[in-house]
Nanobody, 122 residues
Framework: QVQLVESGGGLVQAGGSLRLSCAAS????????MGWFRQAPGKEREFVAA????????YYADSVKGRFTISRDNAKNTVYLQMNSLKPEDTAVYYC???????????????WGQGTQVTVSS
């Protein structure tokens, strides 16, 4: 089992920044690829970003490319999502997840955090 706990969400004005963190415990963190997903009210959960177990490969949804950066610190068992130039359409609950590979689909992930709310005001 892997337990994941997100933090860092909040309310920010459009154009602002937030950094989300996801702390992992349980099985060896560095064995897992990590992903960030988000879900807005009435919408399906969507892929945001993913990172390989080593951190050497990263992947982004087109909607966040150039604005968001995913990174990880295996010594701290933590994955981060730096979000810059935030837009109102980024408003959602953000989830981190762990998987054997950096999949683009939620179905590929075995473990999920409880989510953290990000609200971007216009």
């Amino acid at each position: 089992q892997v337990q994941l706990v997100e933090s860092g969400g909040g309310l920010v004005q459009a154009g602002g920044s937030l950094r989300l963190s996801c702390a992992a415990s349980g099985r060896t963190f560095s064995n897992y690829a990590m992903g960030w997903f988000r879900q807005a009210p009435g919408k399906e959960r969507e892929f945001v970003a993913a990172i390989s177990w080593s951190g050497g490969s990263t992947y982004y949804a087109d909607s966040v490319k150039g604005r968001f950066t995913i990174s990880r610190d295996n010594a701290k068992n933590t994955v981060y999502l730096q979000m810059n130039s935030l837009k109102p359409e980024d408003t959602a609950v953000y989830y981190c997840a762990a998987a054997s590979e950096p999949f683009w689909t939620p179905a590929g992930y075995d473990y999920w955090g409880q989510g953290t709310q990000v609200t971007v005001s216009s």
